[in-house]
């Protein structure tokens, strides 16, 4: 276990002692220049603004889905699931690219206007624009977390307000929505600290018009091979990402007790909605989908088997589509040429041991915390949740100043992506773990040592098997992550660890161009598609064979 | 005078499913104590829920204090918020948001009481119902009873002219079941408001009731005082929904014993109204069961069993060819 606090706390205290190096001199004058910078501000500013804009669409967007989905009697609620479930497959960055293709300057939309002599002046790299995409991925969070909590929601209480008086208006205002509070909260802050980590939106449709939020600033800063600057900028986004989460967990924790307990009305009355307004949701709600779902997909999928060169459909405006403008050459090179396979391969590879290793490393810390209390066995759990409070670009950064110098130098292998990836997905393995563990019965555990049995039998033969859906469903979702992963790989990838998220975020830059993104976009999505779907299959199948085997 | 009418509503929650109540009749008189009795699913809440406009029946008609709250003749239905009837339900529904304070003054403030108003009136409640040291608490942090006698105060705070108390004390362990029902009683008694209980407890209804309704697959099934029900059930369900009752398809033996003959088929007799003696009907002893004050024979009369409660076991064994006599008895319809 000790090797799990070297891995997390020596890259944090690395990145620390970086920010006071200047030229092995330590002072604290790139703090001066960081704070001095008004560039820095600028980015920050930035910064807010695109959480607060986000926050808003995700809010207003996941919370009406959530409510028609719930309080509603819509004819079609699986549509909504399913869509939703599809938002939060795509990653933003796939998005940004869609947007991109058919918003663009040279885009699918502007092609349509050039046809009716119409003129085309929206601009895809904008505030906007990365707003809708980082939405279009996180709404689904405050989707789930609002659709959760009106599950909760007695409708007795809801019942007893209406016997004592209360109007429509001040039901809503007194009544629903203060319950409705905690769920917007904390799926708020999860938009907030996800915004703030994100790189890839913001470099994709910010960046082209000099627009700079923390992340990029961060990148820039490291391209510029400004360490110590760095390091600082990196020091400060983790304080903000810090606040953010423990706020969140103060908020949490005052919330405790307004917590309610599932109702036992099963009778949900909903609004009815009538057959006309029936059809009219149906049609608003298709149409919203096909705006920011199905298009985005069609995009890239159509993008995808788009030739490249020496058509004029791309290189001049005026030509129609035709057939032979498509063709299978993206995936061709792909998967012919090799392109795919090592990163494909690598990202397996490297999911695959780093998603073991977490989910073992956390059942242990887990399996401590529960069962052998005590000062060291919370102060591992904090620790290795640490991280879950760092973004993944600083996580990165972190690494690669810790992991270059001896004694424990990885920088340029496999190795150095590897345990960035544990660092990152233990805290993730141990919450889903936790939620499991929270069930069992201490008494199975007692019995077994009043029956003889070595910690480490109990820890094998009972533990493992009693968290073994906790324990998968980590994995999996861990697993999942480094397919779609781009920051952590990007800083650290050397030209033989190359992962599928370098290939995506990096191969318009290699002469290939958004076609051949959209080519590795559309098996990034497939690939992220079978896991869930496979996640959800086993899910259901364990919860099956629970029922019987009880 | 505070009666309530309810005349022939008929309820279902959906068109594909049957009617939860149907042509219901019941009338609750000014100030009285009606206990509503049934097993789970027989349609008690639906009939709550109807009378507070929760749910709206598809026909009939509903009266109260000579005000018609709902006619489906006349297309009228007054929606729950201008009814003015306190309404407590089983899982007490606090708002989880609001402490105990809050809880109370919320219908208060929706009435567009006076501050003032409020908090007097929040006060008084809080010490008669015994809260007033948990003022500040939310509701998860009070017990099942604690949190029941907030609901209570705050179904009876705003004086509602009719109060509606859905299985109140269904989730309460058997002692705190007994005090809260008295200080339910004693609401009543000294509010002197019109009240409707449902439960499916028989103890309960006999402790509370000025009268007790014994309702079945939406029916009514009995309404009388509970000696009344306990006295002379009505029928075979009656009968075996009240109290411990032998029930016995009428024999020749039986007319015989009893003297009377009758088109009915059965009767209803109180294990504590058979006696055994040394004339009578035969029966064998099957079981001897200790129940602390007295002891439970299982007789065996012509394949149909027979329970009996007798003071000492020392003259029986099981096996034992036994006579006993029938001191009182009830005809019950089919």
């Not at chain 2, 409640?125 to 942090?141: C, E, G, Q, V």
């Given at each position: 276990?000790a090797s799990?606090?070297?891995?997390?706390?020596?890259?944090?205290?690395h990145?620390?002692?970086?920010s006071?190096?200047?030229?092995?001199?330590?002072?604290?004058?790139?703090y001066g220049?960081?704070f001095t910078?008004?560039h820095?501000?600028?980015?920050l500013?930035?910064?807010?603004v695109l959480?607060?804009?986000v926050?808003?669409?995700?809010?207003?967007?996941?919370g009406?889905?959530?409510?028609?989905?719930?309080?509603?009697?819509?004819?079609?609620?699986?549509?909504i699931?399913?869509f939703?479930?599809?938002s939060?497959v795509i990653?933003p960055?796939?998005?940004a690219?869609?947007?991109?293709?058919?918003?663009?300057n040279?885009?699918?939309?502007?092609r349509?206007?050039y046809?009716?002599?119409?003129?085309?002046?929206f601009n895809?790299?904008?505030?906007s624009?990365?707003?809708?995409?980082?939405?279009?991925?996180?709404y689904?969070?405050?989707?789930y977390?609002?659709?959760?909590r009106?599950?909760?929601?007695d409708e007795?209480?809801?019942?007893?307000?209406r016997t004592?008086?209360?109007?429509?208006?001040?039901?809503?205002?007194?009544?629903?929505?203060?319950?409705?509070?905690?769920?917007?909260i904390?799926t708020?802050?999860?938009?907030i600290?996800?915004?703030?980590a994100?790189?890839s939106v913001?470099?994709?449709?910010?960046?082209?018009?000099?627009?700079e939020?923390?992340?990029?600033?961060?990148?820039?800063?490291?391209s510029?091979?400004?360490?110590n600057r760095?390091a600082v900028?990196?020091?400060?986004?983790?304080?903000?990402?810090?606040?953010v989460?423990?706020?969140?967990l103060?908020?949490?924790?005052r919330n405790?007790n307004?917590?309610?307990?599932?109702?036992?009305?099963?009778e949900?009355?909903?609004?009815?909605?009538?057959?006309?307004?029936?059809?009219?949701l149906?049609?608003?709600?298709?149409?919203?989908?096909?705006?920011i779902?199905?298009?985005p997909?069609?995009t890239?999928?159509?993008?995808s088997?788009?030739?490249?060169?020496?058509?004029?459909?791309?290189?001049?405006?005026?030509?129609?589509?035709?057939?032979n403008?498509?063709?299978?050459g993206?995936?061709?090179?792909?998967?012919?040429?090799?392109?795919i396979w090592?990163p494909?391969?690598?990202?397996f590879?490297?999911?695959?041991?780093?998603?073991?290793?977490?989910?073992?490393?956390a059942?242990?810390?887990?399996y401590?915390?529960?069962?052998?209390k005590?000062?060291?066995?919370?102060?591992l759990?904090?620790?290795?949740?640490?991280?879950?409070t760092i973004?993944?670009?600083?996580?990165?950064?972190?690494?690669m100043?810790?992991?270059?110098?001896s004694p424990?130098n990885?920088?340029?292998?496999?190795?150095?992506?590897?345990?960035?990836?544990?660092?990152?997905f233990?805290?993730?393995?141990?919450k889903?773990?936790?939620s499991?563990s929270q069930?069992?019965?201490?008494a199975i555990?007692?019995?077994?040592k009043?029956?003889g049995?070595?910690?480490?039998?109990?820890?094998?033969?009972?533990y493992?098997?009693?968290?073994?859906?906790?324990?998968?469903?980590?994995?999996?979702?861990v697993?999942?992550?480094s397919?779609k992963?781009?920051?952590i790989?990007?800083?650290?990838?050397?030209?033989?660890?190359k992962?599928?998220?370098?290939?995506?975020?990096?191969?318009q830059s290699?002469?290939?161009?958004?076609?051949?993104?959209s080519?590795?976009?559309?098996i990034?999505i497939?690939?992220?598609?079978i896991?869930?779907?496979?996640?959800?299959?086993?899910?259901?199948?364990?919860k099956k064979y629970?029922?019987?085997t009880? | 005078?505070?009666?309530?009418?309810i005349?022939?509503?008929?309820?279902?929650?959906?068109?594909?499913?049957?009617?939860?109540?149907?042509?219901?009749?019941?009338?609750?008189h000014?100030?009285e104590f009606?206990?509503?009795l049934?097993?789970?699913?027989?349609?008690?809440?639906?009939?709550?829920?109807?009378?507070s406009?929760?749910?709206?029946?598809?026909k009939?008609?509903?009266?109260y204090?000579?005000?018609?709250?709902?006619?489906?003749?006349k297309?009228?239905?007054?929606?729950?918020?201008?009814?003015?009837?306190?309404y407590c339900?089983?899982?007490?529904?606090?708002?989880?948001h609001?402490?105990?304070?809050?809880?109370?003054?919320?219908?208060?403030?929706?009435k567009?009481y006076r501050?003032?108003?409020?908090?007097s009136?929040?006060?008084?409640?809080?010490?008669?119902?015994?809260?007033?040291?948990?003022?500040?608490?939310?509701?998860?942090?009070?017990?099942?009873?604690?949190?029941?006698?907030?609901?209570l105060g705050?179904?009876?705070?705003?004086?509602p002219?009719?109060?509606?108390?859905?299985?109140?004390?269904?989730?309460?362990?058997a002692?705190l079941?007994?005090?809260?029902?008295?200080?339910i009683?004693k609401i009543?008694?000294e509010?002197?408001?019109?009240?409707?209980y449902?439960?499916?407890?028989?103890l309960e209804a006999?402790?509370?009731?000025?009268?007790?309704a014994?309702?079945?697959?939406g029916?009514?099934i009995?309404?009388g005082?509970?000696k009344?029900?306990?006295d002379?059930p009505?029928?075979i369900f009656?009968?075996?929904f009240i109290?411990r009752?032998?029930?016995?398809?009428?024999d020749a033996s039986?007319?015989k014993?009893?003297?009377?003959?009758?088109?009915?088929?059965y009767l209803a007799v109180?294990?504590?109204?058979?006696?055994?003696s040394?004339?009578?009907?035969?029966?064998?002893?099957?079981?001897?069961k200790?129940l602390g004050n007295?002891?439970?024979?299982?007789?065996?009369y012509?394949n149909?069993?027979?329970?009996?409660f007798?003071?000492?076991i020392?003259d029986?064994?099981i096996?034992?060819?036994v006579?006993f006599?029938i001191?009182?008895?009830?005809?019950?319809?089919?």
């Open positions: 276990m799990v606090v070297l891995i997390v706390l020596y890259p944090i205290l990145l620390l002692f970086q006071f190096n200047d030229n092995g001199i330590l002072n604290f004058s790139a220049d960081v910078d008004k820095t501000y600028r980015a500013s930035n910064t807010i959480q607060a804009i926050l808003l669409i995700t809010w207003i967007l996941g009406t889905l959530a409510i028609i989905r719930v309080k509603t009697n819509y004819k079609h609620k699986k549509m699931d399913v939703v479930f599809l939060l990653p960055f796939i998005f690219t869609a947007m991109k293709l058919f918003l663009g040279a885009g699918f939309l502007s349509v206007y046809h009716l002599n119409w003129d085309y002046h895809v790299y904008s505030f624009s990365a707003a809708v995409c980082l939405s279009l991925h996180m689904p969070f405050v989707y977390g609002i659709k959760n009106l599950l909760l929601i007795d209480v809801i019942n007893s307000a004592v008086g209360s109007s429509k208006l001040y039901l809503i205002f007194k009544v629903i929505i203060p319950m409705l509070m905690p769920a917007f904390s708020g802050f999860l938009v600290a996800r915004t703030l994100n790189y913001s470099a994709e449709l910010l960046l082209p018009i000099g627009t939020v923390l992340t990029t600033r961060i990148y820039g800063s490291l510029s091979l400004a360490l760095t900028l990196s020091l400060f986004m983790v304080f903000l990402s810090v606040v989460f423990i706020v969140s103060w908020i949490e924790k405790k307004r917590e309610m307990s599932v109702s036992s009305n099963q949900k009355p909903t609004i009815n909605l009538g057959n006309f307004n029936n059809k009219l149906f049609t608003i709600l298709s149409i919203l989908f096909f705006l779902t199905i298009l997909f069609i890239i999928l159509f993008a088997f788009f030739k490249r060169w020496g058509l004029k459909f791309f290189t001049g405006f005026g030509e129609p589509l035709l057939w403008h498509l063709s299978f993206n995936y061709l090179i792909l998967f012919k040429e090799g392109l090592t494909l391969l690598n990202s590879m490297y999911g695959g041991t780093a998603a073991i290793i977490s989910a073992f490393i059942s242990v810390i887990v401590l915390y529960n069962y052998r005590g000062p060291i066995s919370s102060l759990l904090s620790i290795s949740q640490l991280p879950i973004p993944n670009i600083i996580l990165a950064i972190a690494s100043i810790a992991w270059r110098t424990f990885f920088y340029g292998t496999s190795t150095i992506i590897i345990i960035t990836y544990i660092v990152l233990t805290p993730i393995c141990i889903q773990i936790q499991v069930n069992l019965d201490v555990f007692q019995a077994a009043t029956m049995a070595s910690e480490w039998k109990i820890y094998f033969s009972i493992l098997n009693q968290i073994r859906n906790g324990l998968f469903s980590g994995f999996l979702i697993f999942l992550i397919f992963e781009i920051p790989s990007l800083l650290l990838y050397t030209t033989n660890s992962t599928l998220g370098v290939l995506l975020f990096a191969i290699n002469n290939y161009g958004l076609e051949m993104t080519a590795v976009a559309v990034v497939l690939i992220s598609l896991i869930n779907l496979g996640l959800i299959f086993i899910k259901k199948g364990l629970e029922q019987t009880n | 005078m505070n009666k309530l009418l005349n022939n509503i008929s309820v279902k929650y959906d068109n594909n499913s049957g009617y939860i109540l149907e042509d219901f009749s019941l009338e609750v000014d100030q009606l206990v509503i049934g097993s789970s699913g027989c349609g008690k809440s639906t009939l709550l829920k109807s009378i406009g929760l749910v709206s029946p598809a009939g008609e509903i009266i204090n000579n005000n018609c709250y709902f006619d489906s003749s297309s009228l239905n007054t929606p729950p918020e201008k009814r003015n009837m306190g339900f089983q899982n007490y529904a606090l708002c989880p609001m402490n105990v304070y809050r809880n109370l003054a919320f219908p208060l403030k929706v567009k501050k003032a108003g409020i908090k009136k929040v006060c008084e409640m809080l010490n008669f119902i015994d809260m007033a040291r948990y003022k500040s608490k939310l509701p998860n942090t009070l017990s099942g009873g604690e949190k029941q006698r907030v609901a705050r179904a009876l705070i705003y004086d002219t009719l109060l509606l108390l859905d299985e109140p004390l269904a989730n309460l362990d002692n079941k007994r005090d809260l029902s008295k200080s009683r009543h008694d509010f002197k408001v019109t009240t409707i449902v439960t499916h407890d028989q006999f402790e509370l009731a000025d009268r007790i014994i309702m079945q697959e029916k009514i009995q309404i005082t509970p009344d029900i306990y002379s009505k029928n009656v009968a075996k109290g009752n032998n029930i016995l398809k009428f039986l007319y014993l009893l003297g009377i003959h009758s088109n009915k088929k109180r294990p504590k109204d058979i006696i055994l040394d004339m009578g009907l035969e029966s064998k002893i099957t079981d001897i200790y007295y002891y439970e024979l299982s007789l065996d012509n149909q069993m027979v329970y009996i007798i003071d000492s020392d029986y064994k096996n034992d060819i006579y006599n001191q009182k008895y009830v005809i019950l319809n089919d």
